[in-house]
């Protein structure tokens, strides 16, 4: 497999968010090496997975 990339001038105006998970990641650019861990110490019966809600920033 012959796989070639151009990197390009990237130009970001605007962005809208409208949710954010417990566990996200949000990138924009480029990355050598993305490594993303998690830790849950909490017994699953005392975990509550309620309804999500939009992020709505302030201003």
Do not use: R
Request: aromatic share 8%; proline share 8%.
């Amino acid at each position: 497999m012959d796989f070639h990339v151009v990197n390009g001038e990237l130009c970001v105006e605007h962005i809208e968010v409208v949710g954010v998970s417990a566990s996200s990641l949000f990138l924009i650019g480029d990355a050598q090496t993305i490594q993303l861990s998690s830790a849950f110490d909490t017994p699953p019966e005392s975990l509550i997975i309620g309804p999500t809600f939009p992020f709505i920033p302030k201003g």
